[in-house]
């Protein structure tokens, strides 16, 4: 089962302006061919499918683990996404009544380049890459051999790293960009962990491939505060009390990769502390919430009230 926990794995920076643009870009690391729902879906289903998990602990432990952390990486993109779209945090709120609706206030949306993130879903989020191509079943990978899906794992980790330096070279925002460095050095991590447990089943030191593509995260400044933190040496379980087996495979002695800062990797029970969630203010003229939402409020005021 899964526990939801009301953060998101980092702490993102207020957007400096509304970007559609830029969020249709960070689209692409949620629902591209190698963005978050490939990496959550392919990680989620190999651990259900997984045979003999008693046998093969740390390695199904170490799949399972990821996992979690990949839903909390669908999080922070949508989250990521959904700020760029509508902009700075408003400090007055939800507020007006719309206005002259008939004027077309957003005649502007018609020329951007996910026009249906905003027509469609109020400037959110939805599983679709930069071009509005919906992310499909097709991605996902689970043959039920422990080699061949690690190796695809392993794959898809590099090929999503590609990816997201390629999407980080096309922002200049705050929010996306610090969405990218984080997701750098943890995908990083992922990927190392799984050349690990590679290694550990057949003897080829597969974590020398990395990093892959050959650009150090010493080169991005967004990842710097994770590096020295030390995120690229830990794997969080994610849950209190399981999936503790995979320190067999990350930790044992192995060490953080070269070019990053050292030190020895490190299973930590739990998560990370993370940050908060921004609240997407309401846009009463695009009817999110409604175009006259005081009742609304109103009603869910009396109701946080009464659950205190």
Request: charged share 20%; proline share 6%.
């Amino acid at each position: 089962m899964f526990m939801r926990v009301d953060k998101l794995q980092a702490e993102l920076p207020v957007p400096k302006k509304a970007d559609p643009n830029a969020a249709a870009a960070l689209q692409e690391l949620l629902g591209g061919k190698y963005g978050e729902m490939s990496t959550l879906n392919n990680y989620m289903f190999q651990s259900f499918n997984f045979r003999s998990k008693e046998k093969l602990r740390p390695f199904y432990s170490l799949v399972a683990a990821i996992t979690a952390e990949e839903l909390g990486h669908v999080e922070l993109v949508s989250n990521g996404i959904a700020m760029l779209a509508n902009g700075p945090d408003k400090k007055d709120g939800d507020a007006g009544d719309g206005g002259d609706i008939s004027d077309a206030p957003f005649a502007d949306m018609s020329d951007m380049r996910l026009a249906a993130a905003f027509l469609s879903n109020g400037g959110g989020a939805t599983p679709v890459n930069s071009n509005g191509v919906s992310w499909n079943n097709d991605f996902v990978t689970t043959t039920g051999n422990v080699v061949t899906d690690l190796l695809h794992n392993f794959h898809l980790e590099c090929g999503a790293r590609l990816h997201k330096l390629r999407v980080y070279e096309t922002l200049t925002d705050p929010t996306g960009r610090e969405v990218c460095g984080y997701l750098l050095v943890r995908g990083s991590v992922h990927a190392h962990a799984y050349a690990l447990a590679l290694k550990q089943i057949t003897g080829v030191a597969i974590e020398k491939m990395l990093p892959t593509p050959n650009i150090n995260l010493d080169k991005i400044p967004e990842c710097q505060k994770y590096l020295q933190e030390g995120s690229h040496r830990r794997l969080y379980t994610f849950s209190p009390d399981d999936y503790r087996e995979m320190a067999g495979i990350w930790g044992n002695g192995e060490m953080a990769l070269p070019g990053d800062p050292p030190g020895e990797l490190e299973v930590v029970d739990g998560m990370p502390e993370g940050g908060k969630i921004h609240q997407l203010t309401g846009v009463p003229s695009a009817f999110t919430p409604d175009y006259a939402p005081e009742e609304m409020f109103e009603i869910a005021t009396k109701l946080y009230k009464a659950s205190r």
